[in-house]
Structure formats: structure tokens, C-alpha cells
């Protein structure tokens, strides 16, 4: 199956890979969202092999996790190992589809993976109102994605993500991000592990809290208009010419500024153009779809990690010359 996409559902878009079901209306619990894909947890039991004799012996120190429906193996892993079932996996992101700060819509259920026949289990929730930036006529649908792994590979994650999680690719895509920002919360399998909830609580809010901060930082920059100096001045900061660069090197600054300008002063950024959101939404597009690549890899990687440094950069001078905090 693609990407080890095993079964699961997908709110109104199907996933690309067309698997799955797509649900005309979205659950509003666990148990709902679970129900008919998930109606089973993993159980530890203990493993056994034969001796020298030919005889049954348990293994002392290990388990085998199972699946509870099919009883087919998961992982075989050490004894102080902790099982955490797909309930409490539940349970916590009910908690944060329970989080109630001021002026943030809630979260529901956009899409509920089964992945590599169940070592990993993927639920993707989006805020129920889109954000919008003023003057901006485009629609932004913050993602928040849950993982539970059941391979011993970790345990449970979970974060802010601009990735709707639909296979084992676009899962290692939103962890990348969510490394790479730093709003995300990790809980391992150790007896413990009920222990570090509060944590995982206080991410969940950090992250969410972090989507309003984004639209004020975002709203800030579509308030502030630009001139054409100011776009120049922007392009000789983000994209600068030196006199120890090659002819090749630059032609390539050369070709990554017309792919700029071509972006700024398309429909894209019909609205926008003339603010300093208009600048940076004009880098991003440049950044993620013109500038080149040496693989697919490189160029999904750009798109989807915000620590591109391309990217980054834009951010960093469109906030300068928009008075924003640094």
C-alpha cells in the first residue's frame, strides 16, 4: 500500500493516495473517530521459544506486543517496556480538543491513519475556523497532529504541523516540523509515562496559543504597506549580490529574484501586494516552487519545514521593515 497506509478516514478531501474513507461529517469524540478502525489495543504478552530439548521456554525480561483483534505482532520489546494503549491515546487528544483560550477556535478531527498495520496510529485535527489576515482573500486551516507508535520507535507525539498527515511520508514530514519549531510534546513508553501529561498539556497549549500569535504577527505585517524601495531594499537583503561572486552565482541570485518578482506580481498576491505580508507570502512561493532543487526530497523538504532557511530569512527582513518585534 502506499506510504504503509494500512486503513483509516479522512474528513470531505480524500488523501492523495485516494485510500480510505472520506466522512461527510466529522466524529466529535475518540470513541467515535476510532470506531470500525481502531476497535483494538495493543497488549503485551510473553514470549516463548524453544530450548536445546525442543522444549517451550519463556523468554525472561521480554514481551510481545500484540494487537488485541488479530493478535499479529507489533514489537518485541524489554519488559520495563510500558504499554500505552490507544484509549489513553485518546485521551489526550480529547484534552486538547478541550483546551479553551480566548479568541481560538476549537479543534475537531480532519483525518485517523492505521499505518505499518498498526505500529503507528495518526490522528490529524484542524481549528474549526480558518485563520484570515486582512486583505489577504486566502483561508489558513492551522493542523495539529497525534501519534502513537507501537514499534518502540517512541511513544507519543504530538504537535503544530502545516502537514495533514494521510501516510507514513507526510507523518515523517509534520515530525520534522514540528522538531523544528519546537511546539511539540513526547512521551516514551516507561513506566512513568502518565507522569509527564501535565507537560504534554502545557504543549498542547503552547502550540495552540503559537497559532495566535502567528495571525497577530501575520495581521501586523498585511497592516504595514510598502513601497517599491522598500521591496528592493528587501530583495538586496534577502537575496544580495557581492562582488566575490562568480558570473554562475550570480545568475542563479539573478534568476531567484525574477522568480521573486514574478510571484509578487502575479494573482497569488493580487490583494496583498504593497504590504509586507504580501513581500514574504511572495519569498515563500518563489522559495517553495522556482527556486532549484537537487531532488524532490530537497524541494518537499523546503515546502514543508519551516526552518528553511530561505524562508526563515524572508521572515526576518519583511519584519524588519515592517517595525515588527524581531
Known amino acids: ?19 480510505g474513507e472520506v466522512k461527510d461529517e466529522r466524529p466529535t469524540t475518540w470513541e467515535q473517530a476510532r470506531e470500525g478502525y481502531l476497535d483494538w489495543e495493543p497488549e503485551a504478552r510473553p514470549v516463548y521459544t524453544k530450548n536445546w530439548a525442543d522444549e517451550i521456554e519463556q523468554i525472561e525480561g521480554w514481551n510481545q ?18 504499554v500505552i494503549g490507544n484509549g489513553e491515546f485518546g485521551g489526550i487528544i ?3 480538543m478541550g483546551v479553551d483560550l ?15 498495520e498498526g505500529r503507528l496510529i495518526v490522528a490529524t485535527l484542524y481549528l474549526e475556523q480558518p485563520v484570515s489576515i486582512p486583505g489577504d482573500p486566502s483561508s ?13 520507535m517512541g511513544g507519543m507525539k504530538g504537535g503544530a504541523t502545516t502537514v495533514r498527515v494521510v501516510c507514513a511520508n507526510t507523518q515523517a514530514m509534520a515530525e520534522s516540523q514540528m522538531d523544528s519549531h519546537g511546539f511539540v510534546f513526547n512521551i516514551r513508553h516507561t513506566k512513568n509515562w502518565a507522569e509527564r501529561l501535565g507537560e504534554a498539556r502545557g504543549s498542547i497549549i503552547t502550540a495552540l496559543a503559537g497559532v495566535d500569535t502567528w495571525k497577530q504577527m501575520a495581521a ?7 513601497s517599491e524601495d522598500d521591496v528592493r531594499w528587501f530583495l538586496d537583503k534577502w537575496l544580495p549580490y557581492s562582488t566575490d561572486m562568480t558570473s554562475i552565482q550570480r545568475h542563479n541570485v539573478q534568476k531567484k529574484r525574477v ?32 527556486f532549484p532543487a537537487n531532488s524532490m526530497e530537497t524541494r518537499t523538504a523546503r515546502i514543508l519545514v519551516h526552518g528553511d532557511s530561505y524562508k526563515s530569512r524572508a521572515l526576518h527582513y519583511a519584519k524588519k521593515f515592517s517595525g515588527s518585534a524581531l
Do not use: N
Open 1 to 19: 500500500m502506499p506510504a504503509e497506509f494500512e486503513e483509516g478516514w479522512f474528513a470531505h478531501t480524500p488523501a492523495w493516495h485516494s485510500l
Open 220 to 226: 501586523g505585517l498585511a497592516a504595514k504597506a510598502v
Open 140 to 152: 489558513m486551516y492551522p493542523l495539529m497532529a497525534f501519534w502513537t507508535r507501537h514499534d518502540g
Open 94 to 96: 480529547e484534552y486538547a
Open 65 to 82: 506486543i500484540v494487537r488485541s483483534d488479530t493478535e499479529s505482532t507489533l514489537s518485541i520489546q524489554e519488559a520495563s517496556y510500558a
Open 102 to 116: 480566548p479568541g481560538m477556535p476549537k479543534l475537531q478531527f480532519d483525518a485517523l491513519c492505521v499505518l505499518k
Open 259 to 290: 522568480a521573486f518578482r514574478a510571484a509578487y506580481d502575479s494573482e497569488t498576491c493580487d490583494q496583498i501586494a504593497g504590504t509586507a505580508w504580501g513581500v514574504l507570502q511572495a519569498a515563500i512561493e518563489a522559495a517553495d516552487h522556482y
